[in-house]
């Protein structure tokens, strides 16, 4: 089955009911819908900023209770390695986070679902744009 990880931005969108945002991800069987552990600590660390939104916190912990949440392994670091090496080697760069985001998604042949298109740079990546507007 195919796997689709969300980026960050994609959930921070699902968790404010954008329209195209849900009306996508309803379109993908939740089973093969998953994130990353480091979308789990961005999310994780909006809440501790936000300490007394109790419906964020109800509603991200449902997000996370219902996803598969993805651990990291050495098969993603090593594709982390090779990720940044390439970057590094043409001159491009990625922010830290996305860099292991997208390490993460190509480790587990998983497509990553973003609005973000610094990805673009990654070689050899599934990856699917929502235009967000």
Known sequence: MKKYMLDTNIV??????????AQYIATLPIRATCLSVITEAELLLGLAK?????SLHIVVK???RCVDVLPWKTSTAECYADIRASLSNRGKTL????????AHAKSVNAVLITNDNAFKQVDEFKVEYLSIE
């Open 95 to 102: 922010s830290a986070l996305d860099l292991l985001i997208a």
């Open 62 to 64: 449902e997000l996370l």
């Open 50 to 54: 936000r300490p007394g939104a109790k």
């Open 12 to 21: 921070s969108y699902l968790i404010r009911k954008h329209p195209v945002v």
